[in-house]
């Protein structure tokens, strides 16, 4: 939780393809998810970040609403914007968007709590799609569920990641034991059904 002298910092790249309210977004969002910032700390006046960053009214006022409309802040009249609540967002990286997969997001969001935010991306088995989504996410999440697939370049792409922060699902494949995975072995399970038969006849 910041002291009373000290004062968030937002670091924004103006020459980023990321739009600059959107970095602002992700500022508040990644020091709430750090610990950084906590429930009820104040934030910069619009007026501050404008003069400090060299950004317009409408790019500050775009991302205080987005945040606002998320719950992660709240204002007072005449007294500012302040950190509502303890939000945390996690990156769910799927392959294609089939109906199982409907099923498994929905999963996931409707067992999550209040507070977790949840950015879906497809990389739909193209490496370099799905290293861009890794490269572009790198930090900017608490947690980071992601379906890989079988590529060489899948470990590296994924070393950035901390372990724990990582859980790899759907396929036991490109990962070492030091990840947490939850994944399908249909050849065992079928396998195993087939035993079960057998002992049954």
């Not at 910092?9 to 600059?20: A, V």
């Not at 945390?88 to 799927?94: A, F, I, N, Y």
């Amino acid at each position: 939780m910041l002291k009373e002298e000290e004062k968030f910092e937002f670091i924004i790249n103006h020459e980023s393809d990321i739009p600059k309210y959107q970095q602002l977004v992700d500022g508040i969002t990644n020091a709430i998810a750090e610990n950084i910032l906590q429930k009820g700390d104040l934030l910069p006046s619009v007026n501050v970040i404008c003069k400090t960053y060299q950004l317009s009214r409408d790019t500050v006022f775009k991302a205080y609403s987005i945040l606002k409309d998320q719950k992660v802040i709240d204002s007072v009249p005449n007294k500012g914007y302040y950190v509502a609540g303890e939000t945390r967002k996690v990156l769910l990286v799927l392959d294609t968007f089939k109906a199982y997969k409907e099923v498994l997001y929905h999963s996931v969001v409707n067992n999550l709590p209040d507070n977790v935010i949840i950015d879906v991306q497809f990389h739909h088995y193209n490496i370099d799609v799905f290293k861009t989504i890794i490269n572009n996410g790198i930090g900017k999440y608490y947690k980071y569920v992601v379906m890989n697939f079988d590529h060489k370049d899948i470990p590296p792409a994924l070393s950035a990641i901390s372990k724990d922060k990582l859980l790899l699902i759907d396929w036991n494949i490109r990962a070492d034991k030091a990840n947490n995975y939850v994944f399908q072995d249909f050849g065992k399970a079928f396998y195993e059904s087939l035993k079960e038969a057998t002992r049954s006849v």
